[in-house]
Structures are given as C-alpha cells and as structure tokens.
C-alpha cells in the first residue's frame, strides 16, 4: 500500500484527490495538511511514502515545505501539484528536490499513476515543465559534460530516463545495488546535476535518449 500525504490550502481539492484515491486498492491517504508548515511537520511524523504539494498556501508555501523536508528526510517523495507553470514557480521547486510536477489540470486517474510512478522511482514531470528545464539548461550554455560517462555511466543514465530506479537497474544489468548506486553518484557528478530528475533532463537535451 502508497501511504500519501496531501499538502494543500484549498479543502476542496483535499477532498476530491483523497475521494478519488481512497478507492485504490493500492493507495491510502494517512493525512492532510492546510498549508507548508503543517505539512512539514506530518511529513516528519508520519513519514509516507510519496508527498502531494501545493506551490501557493499561506504561512509556508510548497516550495518552503519542500526544502524543509527534506533537508530532515532526504528520501522523501514529493511531487508538486499546482495551478502555475511560470518559470519562478517550476524552477524553485524543481530544483528544491520535487520529484515530479503535475498541473491540477491533470486528472484523478493520471495524479494516481503519476503517484505510482513516483513511488516505483520514476520521474513525472508535465511536458511543459520539462521543456522549460530544457530551454533554462540551453541558456546556460554549458559543456558537453558527458564525454566524461563512461560506456556504463552512459547505459545506466539510460535506464535513468526510462524512470527505472536502482534496484530495476541492478537486477537488469546484473551488478549489484551498491555498484548503481556508485555508477549514479559518479554520473551526477559529472554532469554537474544536483539529481536524477536533472539527468534526465540532460540526456534528452543532449540527445543521448531519443
């Protein structure tokens, strides 16, 4: 069972995602929170597994929130779900460590896929998003940093981008755990990205993934 936390303002919108998402079998809403700050403090005490965020609330925003938990909680899963696509709303949350960004255009069934995604280690980000993290990284104009992968660097960073999480990657390529988890520390590194969503990002930029 998706143990999910839902961080927003509005009581509406808490009320239709975890009506929605409390008849998944393999979804469980264990809490709500009215705003960033509250958020924080049930993220830490009840520890779920993937974090629904509002960006705009009063008293502590999403991206606040976001960077509190996890400075605490680095494991934590959080996925941005809000109303804005402008360049000062996704790039702070981007890079505070969101998981994934979902416009609240999205619907009940895609936001619980995207959940799913999350918790299996994917990446989610709407198109948009992604396009502007491309266009920001384009402005940059920063070296081909990835002449320095390796030829397993460059097949994990890969299976990366197909949203496949360590284990996936282990079992797959037949190294152990401990080995992906190097292999991807090395690649960030050399990329100079702060996280695998940034990686991503990069390889579809560069066009090392179609």
């Not at 239709?16 to 049930?42: P, R």
């Not at 959080?78 to 109303?83: G, H, K, Q």
């Not at 696509?85 to 949350?93: F, H, L, N, R, S």
């Amino acid at each position: 069972m998706i143990k999910v936390l839902l961080v927003d303002d509005h009581e509406m919108v808490r009320l239709g995602v975890s009506s929605y998402l409390s008849i998944q079998e393999d979804i469980e809403v264990i809490g709500e929170a009215e705003n960033g700050k509250i958020g924080y403090e049930k993220a830490l005490e009840l520890r779920p597994d993937i974090i629904l965020m509002d960006l705009v609330m009063d008293e502590m925003d999403g991206i606040e929130s976001t960077k509190l938990i996890l400075k605490e909680w680095p494991e934590a899963r959080i996925i941005i779900v809000t109303s804005f696509i402008d360049d000062e709303k996704v790039y702070p949350a981007i890079e505070a460590g969101a998981a994934g960004y979902l416009l609240k255009t999205s619907t009940a069934s895609e936001i619980a896929n995207a959940i799913r995604a999350t918790f299996r280690g994917e990446t989610v980000l709407e198109p948009e998003v992604t396009g502007k993290m491309m266009e920001r990284l384009t402005r940059k104009n920063e070296p081909v940093l990835h002449d320095d992968l390796t030829n397993r660097e460059l097949e994990i960073l890969l299976l990366i981008s197909e949203g496949k999480s360590n284990q996936e990657i282990a079992d797959e390529l037949f190294i152990t755990l401990k080995t992906v988890k190097t292999h991807v520390s090395n690649i960030l590194s050399k990329l100079d990205v702060e996280d695998r969503t940034q990686a991503t990002i990069y390889a579809f930029k560069h066009g090392i993934v179609d």
